[in-house]
C-alpha cells in the first residue's frame, strides 16, 4: 500500500472487555513498531517486531497486552480486560530494512476509549 | 536504560520570531532522528542525522548534531502558522533500530 494503514481508526469499549487493533505496514518493510500517545503526551514504545519476531517486547505496560506479526506483514495488538488506563492512541509505524537510514512511517493510529 | 529528555515542553512564538528545540540523550546515539506532529496527526519524518558535528537544512528549518553525538537541536527561521505542531525527536544506540522518542516541544505560531 502507499502508507501504514490502522484498524479500526477509533474504537470505544467498555472496561474488562478485550480489544484487538490492526497494522498493515508498507509492503516490504521488515520492521515494525507499536507505540501509545496518551493525550498531549509523547510516544510510548510498547514493542518491536522484526520480520515475524520481537526482539524488544520491554515496552509492553503489563502481561494483559499481547502482540503479533506472524508472517512478518501484519500486526495485530491485543489488549485484554481492558482498563480505563488503557485509553490512548496506538500508533504503529514501519520501517525497511536499510544501513543507516531507519525512519519510521507511521500510520494514522487507533483512538481506543475505554468506558 | 536510554533517555531522551527535550525542552522547551511548550512554546509560544508571534509569527515571524525563531524558534529552536533541544534534544539531550543520556548516552552516545548512533543517529537522532526529528518528526513532526501536526495537531491531531500523526508523526512524520523530517530529517535524520548520522555523523558528529552535523547540520542540515531544510528551508527554513536547520538540524544540529552535536559532537558529542548525545543532543541535537532543531530551528526554524520565521516562522510561519503552517510550523504549528509538535517535534520529537527520537535518538537510536548502536546497531540498534529501536528508536527512543523525546517528550516532544509543542509549537503554537501566533498569527
Known amino acids: 500500500g502507499a502508507g501504514v494503514s490502522q484498524s479500526p481508526s477509533n474504537k470505544v469499549t467498555e472496561k474488562g472487555k478485550d480489544v484487538e487493533l490492526r497494522c498493515d505496514p508498507i509492503?516490504?518493510?521488515?520492521?515494525l513498531y507499536w507505540y501509545r500517545q496518551s493525550l498531549g503526551q509523547g510516544l510510548e514504545f510498547l514493542i518491536y517486531f522484526q520480520g515475524n519476531s520481537a526482539p524488544d517486547k520491554s515496552g509492553l505496560p503489563s502481561d494483559r497486552f499481547f502482540a503479533e506479526r506472524p508472517e512478518g506483514s501484519v500486526s495485530t495488538l491485543t489488549i485484554q480486560r481492558t482498563q480505563q488506563e488503557d485509553s490512548a492512541v496506538y500508533l504503529c509505524?514501519?520501517?525497511?530494512?536499510?544501513?543507516?537510514?531507519?525512519?519510521?512511517?507511521f500510520g494514522p493510529g487507533t483512538r481506543l476509549t475505554v468506558t | 536504560g536510554q533517555q531522551v529528555m527535550q525542552i522547551p515542553q511548550y512554546q509560544h512564538v508571534q509569527e515571524g520570531e525563531d524558534f529552536t528545540t533541544y534534544c539531550n540523550s543520556s548516552?552516545?546515539?548512533?543517529?537522532i532522528q526529528w518528526y513532526k506532529q501536526r495537531p491531531g496527526g500523526h508523526p512524520v519524518f523530517l530529517i535524520q542525522?548520522?555523523?558528529?558535528?552535523e547540520v542540515k537544512k531544510q528551508k527554513r528549518l536547520t538540524f544540529q548534531f552535536g559532537e558529542a553525538k548525545k543532543n541535537s537541536s532543531l530551528h526554524i527561521t520565521a516562522t510561519q502558522t503552517t510550523d504549528v505542531g509538535t517535534y520529537f525527536c527520537a535518538g537510536a544506540s548502536g546497531s540498534a533500530r529501536q528508536l527512543t522518542f523525546g517528550s516532544g516541544t509543542q509549537l503554537t505560531v501566533l498569527p
Open positions: 509492503s516490504g518493510h521488515t520492521a
Open positions: 509505524a514501519s520501517s525497511s530494512r536499510g544501513t543507516q537510514s531507519y525512519e519510521q512511517y
Open positions: 542525522l548520522v555523523k558528529s558535528g
Open positions: 548516552t552516545t546515539l548512533s543517529n
